[in-house]
């Protein structure tokens, strides 16, 4: 009579598509169907006394086990994804249903999970979470590129509109010097009035474009958000590389440490941008530029490095002061701003940026951030 009753429940559970494992009160496995022989590849005669978790070695994913067992035991099932391992040694994601069998007493007998194999699924998702991912940092590092085009252009034009004002100056001071005898007193003052005159329209045309470049940066808030620093140093140089057609070789390490982080992640764009396109720039030669990314003790750390004409001692006492140039890159285009920029980015992390650099030999930037809540710090840049 047993064997009548049992072999219709065997035909049944063989037909379905998750895996069906019936454990006694001491989770030793009474019953394994086909589809738990496909997942995990031992067969019913291999799985049948066995204990579950000898068996399959349980890794638990979002829930700690603890847990799990708490739920089951106050409400008699649980429910979530966890890990197991196959005959062959694989692991595989599996969504798992756990519940107790009870008589008709209630008293426990045993258990049953219904087991369904999400790992196909998992990576796909994962592929395709990835892959948006990396088209949303594309849309961040382009748009940081376009405005530092931007500023580029407002700077050339500044530059420019300066000319007329530079030429004024320069012709009054030189009239003034050359006939200063032959003037009044009333024409000597008209003709340094002039001079100051341009002063000021100079300061106030600079102020413009100070305000034009940062305006919609001013006082602006903070904003942390969690991101992958990894992917988004990956994009950072593989889009560099594209946009500037470079003879420069630009490589990525990463000890494997950093990968989800909380930062702004718009200014940590705005750093490596301005980082990795200053090494382009100072190092005529081409040559090798390489970002690295690390942790050390409990701070990220975000090096730049090239082989480049190098700054000179004197020049990196002053290299992020706001529009320095130093005298040795007057044939290279630039504003000044780029590294101002950069170190304003950085302390609002309340971290630092540090210059390492030999004349003719390269330039080493390295900036440490800290892991700490500065979600409401105001930020100037």
């Not at 700054?311 to 529009?323: K, L, N, V």
Request: with cysteine.
């Amino acid at each position: 009579m047993d064997d009548q009753t049992h072999i219709p429940i065997t035909l049944f559970l063989n037909q379905l598509s998750d895996a069906i494992i019936i454990c006694d009160k001491l989770l030793r496995i009474t019953r394994w169907n086909e589809t738990a022989t496909l997942i995990y590849g031992w067969t019913a005669v291999e799985a049948l006394g066995q204990h579950i978790d000898d068996l399959l070695g349980t890794r638990w994913n979002k829930t700690p086990q603890a847990h799990a067992i708490a739920e089951l035991v106050k409400t008699g099932s649980w429910h979530g994804e966890l890990q197991q391992r196959t005959k062959d040694g694989r692991l595989r994601q599996i969504w798992s249903a756990v519940s107790w069998l009870k008589n008709t007493e209630g008293e426990i007998i045993g258990g049953m999970t219904i087991n369904r194999d999400i790992t196909e699924e998992m990576a796909s998702r994962k592929a395709l979470d990835a892959q948006k991912e990396h088209q949303r940092l594309e849309g961040i590092l382009k748009n940081e590129q376009e405005w530092n085009k931007t500023v580029q252009h407002m700077m050339k034009v500044l530059f420019h509109d300066m000319r007329v004002p530079l030429a004024v100056i320069n012709t009054s001071s030189g009239l003034l010097n050359r006939h200063y005898d032959k003037y009044t007193p009333q024409q000597r003052l008209e003709k340094l009035e002039t001079v100051y005159a341009q002063v000021r329209h100079m300061n106030q045309m600079m102020d413009d474009a100070s305000f034009s470049i940062r305006g919609s940066l001013t006082h602006r808030v903070f904003h942390a958000r969690r991101f992958n620093l990894t992917q988004l140093c990956e994009v950072c140089v593989k889009e560099i590389q594209d946009a500037l057609a470079t003879c420069h070789t630009l490589t990525f390490e990463t000890d494997g440490l950093v990968q989800h982080v909380e930062l702004d992640e718009t200014l940590i764009s705005r750093i490596l941008v301005n980082l990795l396109s200053n090494a382009i720039k100072y190092s005529p030669n081409c040559g090798n530029i390489n970002l690295i990314l690390r942790q050390q003790d409990n701070q990220i750390i975000i090096q730049v490095s090239d082989s480049g004409m190098g700054i000179s001692p004197e020049d990196q006492t002053h290299i992020f002061e706001s529009s320095f140039r130093s005298g040795q890159v007057n044939n290279i285009s630039g504003t000044g701003l780029g590294l101002s920029i950069v170190r304003e980015c950085v302390e609002v992390h309340r971290g630092t940026i540090l210059v390492e650099s030999e004349l003719g030999k390269g330039t080493t930037f390295t900036v440490c951030l800290p892991f700490v809540d500065v979600s409401q710090a105001e930020v100037r840049v």
